[in-house]
């Protein structure tokens, strides 16, 4: 055995580290290598000596570890009122809205998320990006975090920012969207559910039937955001009213979700309402490109 070799196991040789064959052939090689005897005695004074080197780990080491790597949060004013927003290394986690103390921010965190966070400055790329959203302007592009979450709920969530600022899609649609066309129900207990909301726009989705529905964070709110982006929430109640799902033109015969930028091109001579895809079909118009409204169930 060379001794290049030989010094790469003086170590576990000297820590009785190494199996049988390996200790045997290393006691056989030292006995008549005299640089090797002299080595494995330097490799035992440094052995000796390491504990001494042996410190203790600073008091707030965990604390500084965690403040880095863990669940952090702060709290983020916007127009809508105080917003909690937590994070990690991996981008914003949530985003908690109509809470004034902390301690009811965190109790929310550990029953979504099923974790604890230390409370921290948030990034000044995250707090604009909650401002932002919140004024409803288009918001900087930041990292969010939902990896946790069931695979469904994160389908349905981050199929959110395919809705345009400025338009809003029906449950049935975002269903499709995330992969699961039948399980309109579900996706709303997701969008009830979701942790990101402002930066994840569930505000954008109503009712298959029209309107402007309900929120977790209150109708009101949700009127404010979505007015905020351009929408027009009083035209959509009306719609609902009157029962149609759909606008139609006369000159494309394409038709279109009430909101769809092309719907609002339409000039209103040739504006045409249409109460479901069934009536849209038999008049002659196929859907739009762009907002897709043809799967959504009848």
């Known amino acids: 055995m060379r001794c290049e070799t030989m010094i790469e196991q003086l170590d576990e040789f000297r820590a009785g580290e190494l199996g049988r064959p390996e200790h045997d052939a290393v006691a056989a090689h ?13 490799i035992e004074r440094v052995a000796a000596l390491a504990p001494q080197l042996r410190i203790d780990a600073p008091a707030d080491l965990v604390a500084n570890v965690l ?21 990690n290394r991996r981008g914003i986690t949530m985003v908690y809205l109509g809470a004034d103390d902390a301690t009811t ?37 930041v990292p ?22 400025g338009e809003v899609r ?47 964070f209150g109708s009101t709110m949700k009127r404010g955001l ?32 009430p909101t769809c930028h092309d719907a609002r091109r339409v000039q209103p001579a040739n504006r045409v309402p249409l109460a479901n895809d069934g009536a849209a079909a038999a008049a002659g118009y196929r859907p739009c490109k762009h907002c897709k409204p043809a799967l959504i169930a009848g």
């Open 144 to 165: 969010i975090d939902i990896s946790g979450l069931p695979p469904f709920e994160q389908a349905v969530l981050l199929s959110l920012p395919r809705i345009p600022r």
């Open 67 to 87: 403040a880095h790597v863990g669940d952090q949060y702060g709290s983020v004013e916007t127009v809508v009122g105080p917003a909690w927003v937590a994070f």
């Open 30 to 42: 030292i006995a008549d290598c005299p640089d090797c005897v002299a080595a494995l005695a330097q």
């Open 226 to 257: 979505l007015e905020r982006e351009g929408v027009p929430t009083d035209e959509l109640d009306t719609l609902a009213r009157q029962g149609v799902r759909y606008i139609g033109c006369t000159s494309t015969h394409i038709y279109c979700l």
């Open 105 to 141: 921010f965190t109790s929310a965190y550990a029953r979504r998320l099923g974790r604890q966070a230390r409370q921290n400055e948030v990034p000044a790329r995250y707090v604009q990006a909650v401002q932002q959203a919140a004024q409803g302007k288009v918001p900087a592009r």
């Open 170 to 216: 029906p449950y049935a649609w975002l269903a499709r969207e995330a992969g699961r066309p039948k399980a309109v129900r579900a996706t709303g207990n997701a969008l009830a559910r979701n942790p990101v909301p402002l930066l994840l726009p569930c505000h954008r989705v109503v009712p298959t039937s029209g309107g402007v529905g309900n929120y977790a």
